[in-house]
């Protein structure tokens, strides 16, 4: 009987052999990790590495039988394991391992597929102490990462958007610290303000960050959950017309998308949530000066999106929520707004939290369970507790 394409998931007779040979190895790895077994680590990582020059030396048909005898082996040691944390499906996981294990990094990574089709949920939820919907409401491009660890194994989930936003939250950070250096300097030298630019003046630079990163958020929040709206109308076998719809929004720009996909969201998938149209005003203007900070006209150009009339102005409009921020700043220049580009980056930065809370609880109703990120008294991110418990590498 002739080995298929399919017995060997694609794989060439060599490569299918280098990869079962890898997957036994994390499999069995995971096994002895949450003992007392470095020696026996040790050997058995040894052995492996010893299999896998035999590989490139064998011919197909031996390479091919190689293969099928390991995955027999892996399939009977997962047969005799107690590893409850992978649900009893011999192939899936074996497809799981074969793809997804890096020998190099000792890890197996698994995107919200893998995770559905081959974890137990529940058990995944309890060892890293959250609620099973933090899982079921993660980003499509979430991936669950197991690690080898002294002593056991290491859970974690990488979730792009979040990081995302805390580089949006570092360079926020970075715009306080030049803020604050120049209060400091106009407090101690009176009205001669005098700041050596070469290290001091990059306030500007910062605040254009902030906003450059909350619009990338923005797209990659919109994009993330404008392909799981579509997702769940296929699901519900929704009419074309309507799925043409959110099909053709998510083709657009984030401008367009901010002022149109909210309220297509909330119809489509009859969700009864309130959408505050003035925080996305908010967020559509902050999309547009960040375009302007990026265009080709160059430096002129981004000095003049960064001179907004936060309320009254012909260019920039705000609503009253921006209010509260608007502190005038002792390195302010009067009848200018000059003065203002650390209020517009935390303005910025609050406004987009925001965002991604109001597009989330359009297709969960609920708040996101992946960012949460503590606000202060006044409904704002709380800075420095963020910069305490998600950023442990920041030193103000």
Known sequence: MSTTDDDLLGWSPMDAASRAIQAFFGLGLFLLASGNNDELINNFAKDTLS??????TGSDSENIQRYLGTR?????????????????KNERIWQLFMERFNLRTCQLRMNLIDMHECINIPMLARSMKREERYLY?????????????????????YIPPRLLILDMIVMLLHTRMEHQKLETATSDQGEHLMVELKRDGLLDTYARQVLILATTVCDNILTEYGSLVVELLKKENAENLLLDEIININKQGVTQR??????????????????????INDMTTLVQIRNRLVHP?????????FQLSPMTGDGWQFSERINP??????????DTYIGYEYALARFCVDTTLHIVHLLHSLIFENQTPWLEFAPSSEGELD???VAQTELSFWRN
């Open 51 to 56: 299999s896998l020059e035999i590989v490139g």
């Open 72 to 88: 027999n082996m892996f399939y009977e040691m997962f047969d005799k394991t107690s590893f409850d944390l992978f649900i009893k």
């Open 137 to 157: 409401q993660l980003p499509l491009s979430a991936e669950i990462v197991i690690t080898y660890a002294k002593g056991g194994v290491r859970i974690e989930i």
């Open 258 to 279: 901010l002022k149109k996909a909210p309220a297509a969201w909330s119809h489509a998938l009859r969700t009864n949530i309130d959408i505050d149209w003035s925080l």
């Open 297 to 305: 006209d160059g430096r002129v150009n981004c000095w003049h999106a």
């Open 325 to 334: 921020y608007l502190t005038r700043t002792r390195y302010g220049v009067m």
């Open 383 to 385: 800075l420095d507790k």
